[in-house]
């Protein structure tokens, strides 16, 4: 049960971090290697906000406000002009991560900084004691999930989205402003990758390093799971948490990387538009 818990936590974990990725490049078809730093900017936030004395429930709120402002600014001093050039995103949101990354340590300092605990203590669940802070993020990854997909598959904006990504110059033909719905949607995953750095800050160590250790599995995640799909991700998400999970439990944390980048390799070698993608055909 123990290893169930630690599974489902990782997978928590990872789920909050693609849900941005999600809308950015498995929507919007936009590498953006600046992902990891828009999930400093959440997580930084914190750190600056608890240590002026604020409240970490107050900076979990605020979080996803300084991402998707950095965000935006981001898409539209950058992005915005090499939209429709897929490799110049690459080089461009790179030199961005930098950028950020730097001003990271620029401000607070190359060392780790750590968040106080808001929930501190466990819970017994199925006979384990586990803590009730990595509970709470498991719930809000679950609701985050549920609500993400209801907004696009139920709500107007979602039928928008949809119909830009379908086919741009038709949506803009029947009228849709194509170019507010980019911004917008690389807000909203700026802000997730913001919210998901500050609900996790109380967990791990706040590094300027700490966006790069989600930024391959999350990526990956989406193309086993299926690029341009909003189901497949879960099932990557779910594939690499799990592997990673239960070959930790015999191998080095860098040896179970390793094991688990070769198996997702393998993966998007046979299955290269996703297993989902696969199994609906």
Known sequence: MELFLDTLNYFSLLMLVVLGLVVIFGLMNVINMAHGEFLLVGAYTVVGITGAGYSFWLALALAPVAGAVVGLLVEA????????????????????????????????????????????????????DYPRMRLLIMAVAILLTLVLYIAMFRSNLGLRLRAV?????????????????????????????????????????????????????SFLSILIGGVNSLIGPLFGVAAISGSSNLIAGWLSQADTQIIVFLMAMVVIRFFPEGILKRRQK
């Open 77 to 128: 001093l950058v992005v915005r002009r090499i939209y429709h050039r897929f490799l110049d995103t690459i080089l461009a949101t790179w030199g961005v991560s930098l950028i950020l990354k730097q001003g990271v340590i620029l401000v607070f300092g190359p060392t780790a900084q750590s968040v106080a605990n808001p929930l501190p203590g466990v819970m017994n669940v199925f006979g384990v």
């Open 165 to 217: 990504i379908a086919n741009r110059d038709m949506a803009s033909a029947l009228g849709l402003n194509t170019r507010r719905m980019d911004m917008a949607s690389f807000g909203l995953g700026a802000a997730l990758a913001g919210f998901a750095g500050a609900i996790i800050s109380p967990v791990m160590s706040v590094d300027p390093q700490m966006g790069a250790g989600f930024l391959i599995p």
